[in-house]
């Protein structure tokens, strides 16, 4: 069957981009696509999704955590750290995208992961260029690059109507992680 794969981006400072990936690849491999997950940033074992997805039958689902946490928390790494940990991820994205294993692949924040500076617009328009034909590339995270917005086939931005953590009401199971 032929497949036109998309260049997917979820943008914006509304709550809900990784959790559509989520739903994407969760729909994906239903269809029995083989979809890999790479986080980057992300680097918390806590997040209800690793447990989920590790309890999916089969292999043709994977999510792997390359980062080392947010990088406004002052959690004790450096700048160089996060970058290598963003290169590292980077180069398993380029690695995946040609292995031919894969049907979609997410970069899960990988947006920030540029605004942050831990990677260029050009390492990640890279990865956009060089997707093969049927792939689908997701990538998520906030103040998405205009050249890959530019590039992207479907792109869509959440709108911050209202957030409970504006009333005080703190991060919780089974909605932030
Ligand atoms: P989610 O993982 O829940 O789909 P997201 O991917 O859209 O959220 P990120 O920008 O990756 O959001 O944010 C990471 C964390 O910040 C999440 O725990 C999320 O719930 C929280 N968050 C998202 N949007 C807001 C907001 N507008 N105000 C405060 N916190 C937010
Ligand atoms: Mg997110």
Not at 30 to 50: A, D, M
Not at 93 to 99: C, F, R
Not at 108 to 134: M, R
Not at 161 to 173: D, F, L, N, R, S
Request: glycine share 8%.
């Amino acid at each position: 069957m032929y497949t036109q794969g998309l260049t997917i981006v979820h943008t914006g400072n509304g709550k809900g981009k990784t959790t559509a990936a989520l739903g994407l690849a969760l729909r994906a491999w239903g269809q029995n696509l083989r979809v890999l997950i790479i986080q980057f940033i992300k680097g918390n074992s806590k997040y209800g999704e690793l447990n989920a997805l590790a309890a999916l039958p089969g292999d043709n689902i994977k999510i792997i955590q390359m980062g080392e946490g947010f990088t406004h928390r002052d959690n004790g790494i450096s700048q160089d750290e996060h970058i290598s940990a963003a290169k590292k991820a980077l180069q398993t994205a380029i690695d995946a995208e040609s292995s031919d294993n894969w049907d979609m692949i997410i970069l899960d924040e990988i947006n920030y992961a540029v605004k942050f500076n831990l990677l260029t617009v050009d390492d990640v328009l890279k990865v956009v260029d060089n997707k093969p034909q049927d792939l689908h590339l997701i990538l998520t995270g906030r103040d998405a690059s205009d050249k890959i917005i530019a590039k992207a086939d479907l792109v869509t931005e959440m709108t911050e109507i209202k957030h409970p953590y504006k009333q005080g009401i703190k991060a919780q199971k089974g909605i932030e992680f």
